[in-house]
């Protein structure tokens, strides 16, 4: 049984930075693709950032280009999230999820790639 338990989250003022942790246990870490995803209020999921096993590839929204940074430490079963300038449309739920496949460049039902999904953690910024 894969779980992932996310921490990091909070209330920061526009322009702050946060970074979001994932720690896994149950599976071999190392062997499986890492993302992040988030809801805010009223919306539906969306994807945020991915990285393969190696973290050779990572892909990134548009919206969070040039100002989040998705990183692993296979050593330490865990996957980060840097946040930088963050912005209140960042508000959401913030959610991490593994692949047991080998992770494609994203495109549409992306989360589908997916299949165990982390609690999840809520970021707040205000403006």
């Known amino acids: 049984q894969v779980q992932l338990v996310e921490s990091g989250g909070g209330l920061v003022q526009a322009g702050g930075s946060l970074r979001l942790s994932c720690a896994a246990s149950?599976?071999?870490?190392?062997?499986?693709?890492m993302g992040w995803f988030r809801r805010a209020p009223g919306k539906e999921r969306e994807f945020v950032a991915a990285?393969?096993?190696?973290?050779?590839?990572?892909y990134y929204a548009d919206s969070v280009k040039g100002r989040f940074t998705i990183s692993r430490d296979n050593a330490k079963n865990t996957a980060y999230l840097q946040m930088n300038s963050l912005k209140p449309e960042d508000t959401a739920v913030h959610y991490c999820?593994?692949?047991?496949?080998?992770?494609?460049?994203?495109?549409?039902?992306?989360?589908?790639?997916?299949?165990?999904w982390g609690q999840g953690t809520q970021v707040t910024v205000s403006s």
């Open positions: 999820a593994s692949s047991s496949m080998p992770i494609p460049p994203p495109g549409l039902g992306y989360e589908y790639e997916f299949d165990h």
């Open positions: 149950g599976r071999t870490f190392s062997s499986y693709g």
């Open positions: 990285i393969s096993w190696s973290g050779g590839n990572t």
